[in-house]
């Protein structure tokens, strides 16, 4: 039985690869609520588009800049940062409508709504850099709540 260790390898190799990690790896930034639903009426009023927001989180020990970043839905509305330094454990919140951007919350300027309300839902997307590689994404469905938490 001479080719036996390099089945143990070939074996261990196809476990390797077929096997998913135990837990996914916590991102850098993560997506850590969307209040897709803001209270009452959406009559796109100021105060309405403000109550529907996401909230990103530094999960690291390094302060992160953020600029150029995106956050965008699942139909391609888009965000995009300008310079803000998200500080180590701290969370930014952008907010649907308009106002000034703030220590730790930004405005994406919208006059309407971003995120879909339940039960169609919707999926929450944040994108570094000019590659715009994946860092996270959120996703909703059919729920009682007015709000997700990822
Ligand atoms: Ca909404």
Redesign the pocket.
């Given at each position: 039985m001479r080719p036996a260790p390099l089945l143990v390898s070939a074996t261990l190799a196809s476990f390797a690869v077929l096997s998913p990690p135990a837990y996914a790896a916590t991102p850098a930034v993560q997506i850590v609520k969307v209040y897709?639903?803001?209270p009452g009426k959406?009559t796109r009023s100021s105060s309405s588009l403000n109550a529907?927001y996401a909230s990103l989180k530094n999960t690291t020990g390094k302060a992160i800049q953020l600029e150029r970043w995106i956050l965008r839905d699942a139909s391609g509305h888009k965000y995009r940062f300008g310079s803000f330094l998200l500080k180590p454990g701290k969370t930014v919140t952008v907010r649907t409508g308009s106002g000034n951007d703030g220590p730790s919350t930004v405005y994406w300027g919208s006059g309407n709504?971003v995120?879909?309300?339940s039960p169609g839902g919707d999926t929450a997307g944040i994108y570094r850099g000019s590659d715009l590689k994946k860092i996270d994404t959120c996703s909703w469905g059919r729920s009682s709540k007015a709000y997700t938490t990822c």
């Open positions: 897709y639903d803001s959406d529907e709504y995120w879909n309300n």
